[in-house]
């Protein structure tokens, strides 16, 4: 048997350090109880948080794919509620004129208790009636003098402009000639 060379020996020494340190480190993860559980924990919590995900997308598609289902037979239930919806209105006609008419005794008593008030009313709006009056006839005779004057210069206005287009076209017409 030769002697192994000194510096194969130091390699091999440290690479059997080297493995038993990684064992060592191997088996005090083990037996660390706690930082196991953490990450146990862990993963548990990010597979409930990717199953959750999952589900609301799942959930998702089964609700719109309801939606789709369900509108053809909300469709045939509104067309098939109609019929029963006008048979109840016409059912409830007499109900509804039977209140009209047990309601106008109520209303024309409303009416009658209403009267006094609106008399009162009355009375006391007439002075500023009366003040208005005045002021109101002062305001359409005012109207009445001026419209002729407003008349006038709106016929004025007319015929100006009347004039002036005339004497355009002449003026256009002796050059377009020369």
Request: hydrophobic share 45%; net charge positive.
């Given at each position: 048997?030769?002697?192994?060379?000194?510096?194969?020996?130091?390699?091999?020494?440290?690479?059997?350090?080297?493995e038993l340190a990684d064992?060592?480190?191997?088996?005090a993860a083990r037996l660390d109880v706690p930082a196991r559980a953490k990450e146990g924990g862990r993963h548990v919590v990010e597979q409930a948080k990717a199953t959750l995900e999952q589900a609301k997308v799942k959930a998702g598609a089964v609700v719109a794919d309801a939606k789709v289902k369900a509108q053809p037979v909300i469709d045939q239930a509104k067309v098939k509620a109609q019929p029963v919806v006008e048979q109840a209105m016409t059912k409830a006609?007499?109900?509804?004129?039977?209140?009209?008419?047990k309601a106008q005794p109520m209303v024309e008593q409303a009416r009658v208790k209403a009267q006094p008030v609106i008399d009162q009313a009355m009375?006391?709006?007439?002075?500023?009636?009366?003040?208005?009056?005045?002021?109101?006839?002062?305001?359409?005779?005012q109207a009445n003098e001026r419209r002729p004057v407003v008349i006038a210069g709106v016929i004025g206005t007319v015929l100006a402009i009347l004039l002036l287009r005339r004497r355009g076209r002449k003026k256009r017409a002796n050059t377009s000639e020369a």
């Amino acid at each position: 048997m030769t002697n192994p060379d000194p510096t194969e020996l130091r390699e091999r020494i440290e690479e059997e350090r080297a493995e038993l340190a990684d064992t060592a480190a191997e088996l005090a993860a083990r037996l660390d109880v706690p930082a196991r559980a953490k990450e146990g924990g862990r993963h548990v919590v990010e597979q409930a948080k990717a199953t959750l995900e999952q589900a609301k997308v799942k959930a998702g598609a089964v609700v719109a794919d309801a939606k789709v289902k369900a509108q053809p037979v909300i469709d045939q239930a509104k067309v098939k509620a109609q019929p029963v919806v006008e048979q109840a209105m016409t059912k409830a006609q007499p109900v509804i004129d039977q209140a009209k008419v047990k309601a106008q005794p109520m209303v024309e008593q409303a009416r009658v208790k209403a009267q006094p008030v609106i008399d009162q009313a009355m009375v006391k709006a007439q002075p500023v009636i009366d003040q208005a009056r005045p002021v109101v006839e002062q305001a359409r005779q005012q109207a009445n003098e001026r419209r002729p004057v407003v008349i006038a210069g709106v016929i004025g206005t007319v015929l100006a402009i009347l004039l002036l287009r005339r004497r355009g076209r002449k003026k256009r017409a002796n050059t377009s000639e020369a």
